[in-house]
């Protein structure tokens, strides 16, 4: 019944070990890589905002979040975005394509205005003031479309009904004949301004402005209570920027850019190339040790940490994990705590054998031993994992966040290799051959 249950494991192990090679290989899952190793877009925000205005620290932090949150929309991730001084944020993005999209998004303050235009339509692009701002718009001095008024003189005011601050969530759709839209759900304090609103003006208009410029201004024919749509002729790249910004919110304070300038990457493509190969040298004397100390079963563990390092490459790969020089050594480490697994189970198992144990019992009895160091001291790992993590979360140290993640995924994989697959490597080559070489100290190492 045993064999049968480690042939099933096995079996289990190689459609893995088949699906993270697969992974491997797919050239639509490119390897990310980190700013310190491939260069990418540094850009240095200030707040817009008079020297003698006081800007809170909350404010800056809130700023921080969600810049960080809207650069991680366009597929950056692991960004480097933290607060420096009192009004400064510093925003790294690796490998950054679409310079100018990165920009306009992380300093664009999406300020949404539901706005009460009455019985008059605005055009799409037109400038407006509102009961919120009445100062110049970012599109009145741009010239927005040429539609800066109603009558070409100065734009006019209108009444904000509600803010994106009443947004729940924003997300793109199409409808049957392919035109794209946002369609939001509304915050209980939202919905109830909404519903009041649109009950008592059905037939007129609501014109939805962002930044101060139109971008559609449809007709009130329903009473609108949680969730609604946003119209306007959008492309797909227009709808999921306008929702991006919308579902991130505003920022508290306005960032205008100090400075940008692209950056080159830490390491040079020639010490990129001497640290894999210090890596691959440090795997293969790892392999040769276990194979000359532990013999056969080094085998079988070899075996198992190549597994390993397959199924660690498959899962960063899979998941969009951002390699950086602190996220590979996490990986490292990791391998390292997976060598460590099978060192305590091969010595548990020559410890029953010294003993008199037979084989078979010994390796039972040596898995089972083993296992509850094996689990003791990786979740301890774990325990540090989370709290690295955390810290990296909250305070912008994106190093730290991304040595944790890989850290943790690793230590993760090594107990599935250490349960799994050396457990059923060596009960299958070993325990079914246990009479045959029971009696051959050398090939077990002893």
């Not at 998941?319 to 060598?339: D, E, K, N, R, Y």
């Amino acid at each position: 019944m045993k064999r049968r249950s480690d042939i099933v494991w096995l079996i289990l192990v190689l459609f893995i070990v088949a699906g993270a090679v697969w992974v491997i290989t797919n050239p639509n899952l490119p390897v990310r890589l980190g700013l310190d190793l491939q260069g990418g877009l540094q850009v240095l925000l200030e707040a817009d905002v008079p020297a003698e205005q006081e800007v809170t620290a909350d404010a800056m932090d809130t700023a921080r979040q969600i810049v960080d949150r809207r650069v991680n929309a366009i597929g950056v991730t692991e960004p480097l975005v933290q607060v420096e001084g009192n009004r400064r944020i510093l925003v790294e993005l690796p490998g950054i394509e679409d310079t100018q999209e990165a920009i306009s998004l992380i300093q664009e303050t999406a300020l949404l205005e539901f706005v009460d235009t009455g019985d008059t339509p605005l055009p799409a692009g037109m400038c407006i003031r509102t009961s919120l701002n009445e100062g110049p718009s970012r599109c009145e001095l741009e010239g927005a479309n040429g539609q800066n008024s109603l009558d070409g003189g100065v734009p006019p005011t209108f009444t904000t009904v509600l803010t994106g601050a009443g947004l729940r969530e924003a997300g793109v759709n199409s409808d049957q004949l392919g035109q794209y839209f946002v369609d939001f759900t509304l915050t209980d304090e939202g919905g109830v301004v909404f519903a009041e609103h649109t009950r008592a003006n059905q037939g007129k208009h609501l014109t939805i402005v962002l930044d101060k410029q139109v971008i559609s201004s449809p007709t009130i024919n329903a009473v609108i209570e949680d969730r609604g749509t946003i119209t306007g002729n959008f492309t797909l790249d227009e709808a999921q920027q306008l929702a991006t910004q919308l579902r991130f919110g505003s920022l508290p304070v306005p960032l205008r850019i100090e400075s940008t300038r692209q950056i080159g990457a830490t390491l040079g493509e020639q010490s990129i190339d001497a640290s894999i190969r210090a890596g691959a040298i440090g795997v293969v004397m790892v392999l040769l040790f276990m194979l000359i100390y532990y013999r056969l079963p080094g085998v079988l563990a070899d075996v198992a940490l190549i597994i390993y390092v397959l199924l660690s490459f498959a899962v960063f790969k899979g998941l969009g994990v951002t390699l950086t020089l602190p996220a590979i050594t996490g990986f490292l480490l990791s391998t390292g705590m997976a060598v460590d697994a099978n060192v305590l189970v091969f010595e548990r198992i020559k410890e029953e054998m010294r003993k008199g144990a037979h084989l078979q019992d010994a390796i039972d009895t040596g898995f089972s031993r083993a296992w509850s160091s094996i689990r003791d001291s990786n979740i301890a790992t774990l325990v540090i994992c989370f709290i690295l993590w955390t810290f990296g979360r909250n305070f912008g140290a994106s190093s730290v966040e991304g040595f944790a993640v890989t850290l943790a995924i690793g230590v993760f994989i090594s107990m599935f290799t250490a349960v799994f697959a050396t457990r059923t490597l060596v009960r299958l080559f070993l325990g079914r051959n246990a009479a045959r070489i029971h009696n051959q100290k050398w090939l077990l190492g002893i």
